[in-house]
């Protein structure tokens, strides 16, 4: 079976300070059908002048205000030629050199529509402060509050045309009514990849104060009214539950 070909889109707007790992991370994979598309906010600071010295890496690029971090991923999707999409935000790296390459060998050894893996936080001066490791995934799981780590996230291209792209109404958790809408109304079932697939900095825009947080509640108890999550309070509730306890074990 040919090796399929990996659109990855890095969505940007004024990471100077970050981008260039970011970048460098893709050009580092050993994969090599891999297609690299940059989709910029239209930033003002010197990302522009990182980005171009890369510009032999790079398969697509744009520079333009859009709406919003989801919006800019359509753009990116839209433009995407590849068998299989990822995501890798302009602030994080992969976790080495080989990603890639596992993520392509299950998509290909599962005949998988979705393949998803770990993630973790990382602060800045570089330990671990988090793991995030969903675990397989279970019919009804995100009935009680479950869901993997959308940078860890990877799905053929098919599923965006055929299921649609990112709601960018969701806000902040337009990534997780889109896995919600594909896996649990869908039932699309994915394949669980247990390895790190991103080193990823902590933050967010979602947990940047308490007001993001109450709005990305209130994001994520539409999302699952939308898509069929039986019990979208107790779901509400679990969804941060499990995050402690990533930070405990």
Avoid at 211 to 219: D, E, P, Q, S, Y
Wanted: proline letters at 4%; one cysteine or more; aromatic letters at 12%.
């Amino acid at each position: 079976m040919q090796d399929p070909k990996i659109s990855i889109i890095t969505v940007s707007y004024n990471s100077a300070k970050t981008i260039q790992r970011c970048i460098e991370s893709v050009i580092e994979q050993k994969y090599t059908n891999i297609e690299y598309i940059i989709i910029d906010g239209g930033s003002t600071d010197a990302t522009l002048q990182i980005i171009d010295q890369y510009k032999n890496h790079i398969s697509f690029f744009t520079s333009e205000p859009d709406k919003g971090v989801y919006d800019a991923m359509n753009k990116g999707i839209k433009a995407a030629t590849g068998d299989i999409v990822g995501t890798l935000n302009s602030d994080d790296v992969f976790a080495d050199a080989n990603i890639l390459t596992a993520i392509a060998e299950t998509f290909k050894k599962n005949n998988s529509a979705i393949v998803y893996g770990n993630l973790n936080y990382i602060h800045p001066n570089g330990k671990v402060i988090r793991k995030w490791k969903s675990g397989m995934y279970k019919p009804g799981a995100f009935n009680w509050g479950w869901m993997p780590p959308h940078p860890a996230f990877y799905c053929r291209k098919e599923l965006f045309e055929r299921l649609g792209l990112y709601d960018i109404k969701f806000g902040t958790a337009g990534d997780y009514e889109l896995m919600v809408r594909f896996m649990h109304k869908n039932k699309v079932i994915p394949h669980y990849l247990d390895k790190t697939i991103v080193n990823m900095n902590i933050g967010g825009l979602s947990n940047v104060s308490y007001t993001n947080r109450v709005n990305a509640w209130g994001f994520d108890f539409m999302a699952m009214r939308k898509n069929g999550v039986l019990f979208p309070l107790v779901a509400i509730i679990f969804k941060p539950l499990r995050k402690i306890i990533q930070y405990i074990t």
